[in-house]
């Protein structure tokens, strides 16, 4: 691949909808709560976006579309539709372009599951984030076991592709306890499961209790024995971690996320969206940001056709950094050939030689000359990795 003809691999689209019904206490999203939803003024603000985006980067092909947010179910289902429409005239979208809606399991939501998916979407995300009662109640959420179970259900029905998120590693939660709901999550399953260990994220609800000692976390062998039960326990369904909290059945990963993972071209529109575009026939990776509060962003898309707050070229030895961040999370890893292209620099110029040598000593690193990944045990500890690996 040349970075100045990102044509040659598709594009991802990422639309941002920032509104929920409430604001979980874990949650550092750029999500708002409106007592109305400006679903009018918000979705002539996406279309008028996307459009300008589409003007600037001209012809692509369109692998995939990811509604996210806040809670993106919250949408009108003709607002999705009609971005849908919008997008795939504007682009050219593949044959079998993945089209992906983050959703909650409330019944209010879960009741209209089947107009999302006559509006175009082909691939459902429920966040469920627990399948037990008091823990549900602890992460804030609005929805029981059953109307999850019940969404769960009715999802698989509908859509013919379906994910679904859980939390772990929570405040109090037992080895047995865990294994247990995942078990019992993974026979709902469809072909693909995130499942994230909980962390305190700055400026969180869940952070003020952390420091007053209210919430307690597993300690770092505890979570790592939770990491490996989740994989064990994944593996027996058929789920192989492709990514270090992703896990899919083989052809079922999400192309969306690979686009970030394999450091592709994405283009993010709506509040807070990021995105690293390459318009054409220019050399430079743009690093690009959307004012985060939504307001503001519809007033600037409204007066001058985006809500761009933040752009600039991404320096190679920072698209190095970001792409090693990013690719080492893949059980696939990384290749050098397309890492040199992408990056501007080759792969051996951007790690440091003496912890590269040691990691591959302690069997966290692979390297057969073309292919650098990181093994599962060095994915374990992927985080510690990194800060020295990465120059």
């Not at 707050?309 to 991404?314: I, N, Q």
Request: hydrophobic share 40%.
């Amino acid at each position: 691949m040349d970075p100045a003809t990102p044509d040659r691999e598709p594009l991802a689209l990422y639309i941002h909808w920032p509104f929920c019904l409430a604001k979980c206490p874990y949650c550092d999203f750029n999500s708002h709560v409106r007592d109305t939803l400006p679903q009018a003024r918000f979705r002539a603000a996406l279309g008028t976006e996307l459009a300008w985006e589409a003007a600037r980067l001209g012809p692509r092909r369109l692998g995939s579309i990811f509604f996210g947010g806040g809670t993106p179910s919250l949408m009108e289902p003709e607002t999705v539709a009609a971005l849908i429409a919008e997008a795939t005239r504007l682009f050219t979208p593949l044959p079998d372009v993945e089209i992906t809606l983050e959703a909650n399991p409330t019944s209010v939501e879960a009741g209209r599951l089947r107009t999302f998916f006559q509006a175009g979407v082909n691939r459902l995300s429920l966040g469920v984030q627990s399948l037990e009662p008091e823990a549900l109640a602890q992460l804030g959420r609005r929805h029981s076991v059953s109307e999850a179970i019940a969404a769960l259900e009715a999802a698989r029905a509908i859509f013919p592709r379906l994910s679904f998120d859980l939390i772990y590693a929570r405040p109090g939660q037992t080895m047995a306890a865990w294994r247990r709901e995942l078990r019992d999550a993974l026979a709902l399953a469809a072909d693909h499961l995130s499942l994230y260990q909980l962390t305190i994220e700055p400026g969180t609800q869940y952070e003020a209790l952390y420091r007053r000692g209210e919430i307690v976390l597993p300690d770092a062998d505890g979570a790592a024995a939770l990491y490996e039960a989740t994989c064990e326990e994944a593996s027996r369904f058929g789920l192989e971690p492709y990514e270090v909290s992703n896990y899919a059945r083989p052809g079922s990963e999400s192309r969306h996320n690979l686009a970030y993972w394999r450091y592709g071209d994405y283009a993010g529109i709506g509040p807070g969206a990021h995105g690293r575009v390459t318009p054409p026939g220019s050399p430079a990776l743009l690093a690009t940001r959307r004012h985060r509060a939504p307001e503001p962003w519809a007033e600037r898309v409204e007066r001058q056709g985006h809500g761009i707050a933040f752009e600039k070229p991404v320096a190679p030895a920072d698209r190095a950094r970001e792409m090693l961040l990013m690719g080492l999370r893949l059980a696939e890893g990384i290749d050098a050939g397309r890492f040199a292209v992408r990056c501007g620099l080759p792969l051996a110029a951007s790690i440091d030689a003496d912890v590269f040598a040691q990691a591959q000593d302690a069997g966290y690193l692979t390297w057969n000359g073309a292919r650098l990944v990181a093994t599962a045990e060095g994915r374990l500890r992927l985080d510690a990795l990194l800060s020295h690996l990465v120059l």
